[in-house]
């Protein structure tokens, strides 16, 4: 792993979406389904990884469910949070966005969450936050 105490100290990191299940083998069948894709998708991790470890920042990979649907404020998930493509609304608090903006910031919760669950491991994170267990082997 890179330099931990670099992330600790900037206070900075990279968030992927791990779409191809790497933390979750189980969902192999879906990777086999989008072999390209994965590929592609593979190379972009083991890039960032290795940049985010040279630069001494956070590098996690978070679980894409709902990422779309969900309000990064409140956390309610509902499909109708999306009135139109490419448009978020919260349908309980009003929060509204453009939905990839949106979407990157429940990205970053997850992942300011996922990181606080490997370093301190007692911190409350959101459930949906684990932990990359492949960047942290001795987990
Ligand atoms: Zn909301």
């Known amino acids: 792993m890179g330099n931990i105490h670099g992330a600790e100290r ?21 990777l086999q389904r989008r072999t ?7 190379q972009l991790i ?15 990979l978070v679980d894409p469910a ?17 009135p139109a493509r490419g448009r978020f609304a919260c349908t309980r608090c009003g929060l ?3 939905a990839d903006h949106i979407a990157a910031r429940n990205i970053a919760v997850r992942g300011v969450a996922g990181w606080a669950a490997v370093n301190q491991p007692h911190a409350t994170g959101l459930p949906s936050a684990r932990r ?7 987990a």
């Open 10 to 30: 900037t206070g900075r990191g990279i968030t992927l979406e791990d779409l191809q299940g790497i933390r979750d083998r189980v969902r192999a069948h879906r």
């Open 36 to 42: 390209l894709h994965s590929w592609a998708f593979a």
């Open 46 to 60: 083991a890039f960032t990884r290795y940049k985010a470890a040279r630069a001494g920042i956070a590098f996690t």
């Open 66 to 82: 709902y990422t779309s649907q969900a309000c990064p404020d409140w956390g309610c998930v509902s499909r109708a949070n999306r």
């Open 96 to 98: 509204a966005g453009h």
């Open 132 to 138: 990359d267990r492949r960047s942290n082997p001795s």
